[in-house]
Nanobody
Framework: QVQLVEFGGGLVQAGGSLRLSCAAS????????MGWFRQAPGKEREFVAA????????YYADSVKGRFTISGDNAKNTVYLQMNSLKPEDTAVYYC??????????????????WGQGTQVTVSS
């Protein structure tokens, strides 16, 4: 069975940095893209960033563009999220996700079939 596990969450002061990692393991048929989503209490889970393994192109939500960087290793089914200049509004549970069908749409939750359990990121003000 496919399993995704996130690491790197924690508490950081505003302006600081954190690096999240995610690794997929198990019986994987095909992963075309991986991404990060986040969800704050009372909020809908929202898209953060994604990487298309077919050409290594990356995509970001406007709210994190210029501050966050997604990278990874397709051969290892591993993805990272470097978060710089963190703001209190970045506080959320961050989820790693994997997409097995297509690559045209990467910013929608329903496009991803595999999900990690999430890691808490808290940014103090």
């Amino acid at each position: 069975q496919v399993q995704l596990v996130e690491f790197g969450g924690g508490l950081v002061q505003a302006g600081g940095s954190l690096r999240l990692s995610c690794a997929a393991s198990g019986r994987i048929f095909s992963i075309n893209a991986m991404g990060w989503f986040r969800q704050a209490p009372g909020k809908e889970r929202e898209f953060v960033a994604a990487i298309n393994w077919r050409d290594d192109s990356t995509y970001y939500a406007d709210s994190v563009k210029g501050r966050f960087t997604i990278s990874g290793d397709n051969a290892k089914n591993t993805v990272y999220l470097q978060m710089n200049s963190l703001k209190p509004e970045d506080t959320a549970v961050y989820y790693c996700a994997a997409k097995s069908i297509g690559t045209r749409v990467l910013d929608k939750r329903y496009e991803y079939g595999y999900w990690g359990q999430g890691t808490q990121v808290t940014v103090s003000s």
